[in-house]
């Protein structure tokens, strides 16, 4: 973890923290201006090491000893002059010569006022980076530390721990395209109440981002969640129709389609504009309508080579119900969970599900434990075969 002297080091203690809970080990190396905006004793301190700075770069031979160690070399923030001095070769402290004698996954995170990064020597000293194999994080646009507001914001240490991990990472999913749905759908009755279901979007979430840490490309397409969805290209949706278009504008392009949305099954025949007042009635009835089947769609749809994942939210007889789907959806496979009663798989964050293949020759597989887990293992049975 390098540091330098940016004012975005105030959030790096918090990263620090993410790095060692996620038991990961984290040396720190600062440059002497990294110092005047954290202190080495807070480092040390959520790091349990002695945090490296010029004062140490000695006959010990740190910068070898520390970029031989590493297997994912972080610099946050990256200040302009850091940026430009690794960009050029230049290794006159110890953060930079770790840098340019490192031969694991960089990933710098340059955070500047927004003028300073879209200079053109910051530029061509970012291209430059990048021409070479280092992973640059682009600043997010937001309000800057400077009080401006434009390009040059760091991400946040939660999201910054998103791209560690992917850079740790074997690719074994690379070239992939991967198309996920997620969430509830809303069908609205009138401008202010709508028809859902408890569907978080987690299980959805945690199948892009598996596949998102193993160097697949991943479109989301979420329906109202509150998911951190950071890093994949996410298209927002609201109803099941809505739904139904952007699967639709997306299917060709995908290797894998993963449907883990909850689409809601039916809509109100009749949408009212207004909101429906309660004034002298004792009740109302809604009529209902079909919604479109996205999943037999997909399935109807469905290109050579392409494989369709579907989900199964089941109350009861689950296994039996899952296998009449895949058949009916044209799916590969179908993964199976019980939403029903106390230990229901809906807006927790832990999952059991069977994948149960089209192929009958090959097993049905269970798994369970946290959703994140469990998906990474999913990946895993459907890309050995
Ligand atoms: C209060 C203050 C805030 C600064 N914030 C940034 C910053 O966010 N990004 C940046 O590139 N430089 C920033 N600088 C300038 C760097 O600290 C300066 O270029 C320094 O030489 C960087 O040294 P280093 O790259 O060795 O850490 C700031 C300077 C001051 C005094």
């Known amino acids: 973890m390098g540091i330098t002297g940016g004012i975005a080091a105030y959030k790096i203690p918090s990263l ?39 004062s140490s770069f000695d006959a010990s031979i740190p910068h070898i000893r520390l970029s031989e160690w590493a297997e994912v070399f972080v610099i946050a923030p990256c200040t302009a002059n850091t940026l430009a001095k690794i960009a050029h070769g230049i290794a ?39 021409s070479r194999g280092v992973k640059i994080v682009e600043p997010s646009t937001g309000e800057l530390a400077c009080g401006e507001s434009g390009k040059g914001r760091m991400p946040e240490p939660e999201q910054i721990m998103h791209e560690i991990f992917r850079a740790l990472c074997v690719h074994d999913m690379a070239g992939e395209k991967v198309l996920v749905t997620a969430g509830p759908t809303h ?71 993963v449907k883990a949305a909850a689409v809601g099954d039916f809509r109100v025949k009749e949408f009212s504009s207004h909101k429906i007042k309660r004034d002298g009635k004792d009740s109302i009835t809604l009529e209902l309508v079909q919604n479109p089947d996205i999943a037999a769609e997909v399935g109807r749809l469905k290109r050579e080579g392409q494989v369709l994942i579907g989900f199964a939210a089941e109350t009861d007889n689950i296994m039996e119900h899952a296998r009449g ?54 990946w895993s049975a459907i890309i050995a075969r």
């Not at 923290?17 to 301190?45: G, H, Q, W, Y």
């Not at 969970?337 to 090959?362: C, M, Q, W, Y």
């Open 187 to 257: 069908e609205y009755i009138d401008p202010v109440r709508y028809i859902s279901n408890p569907s978080s979007g987690k299980m959805g979430v945690a199948m892009a981002r598996s596949a998102w840490l193993r160097g697949a490309e991943v479109r989301l397409i979420a329906g109202p969640i509150d998911v951190d969805t950071y890093g994949l290209e996410v298209t927002r949706v609201k109803s099941a129709e809505d739904m139904l278009r952007a699967v639709r504008e997306n299917l060709a392009w995908a290797d894998y389609v």
């Open 325 to 378: 789907k895949i058949a009916r959806k044209n799916l590969d496979y179908i993964l199976a969970n019980d939403v029903g009663g106390e230990n229901s798989a809906f807006a927790s964050d832990k999952n059991t599900v069977h994948l149960i293949p089209r192929n009958e020759s090959e097993s049905v597989r269970t798994f369970s434990g946290l959703k994140e887990d469990i998906a990474f293992d999913i």
């Open 16 to 54: 620090v923290r993410l790095i060692t809970k996620a038991e990961c080990d984290c040396e720190v190396i600062m440059t002497e201006s990294a110092k005047n905006f954290v202190a080495p004793m807070t480092l040390e301190t959520l790091c349990g090491r002695k945090v490296h700075d010029d």
């Open 92 to 130: 006159d402290n110890l953060l930079t010569s770790a840098a340019i004698a490192s031969s694991c996954p960089m990933l710098i995170f340059p955070a500047m006022n927004d003028r300073m990064y879209d200079n053109s020597a910051t530029q061509a000293n970012i291209s430059a980076l990048k």
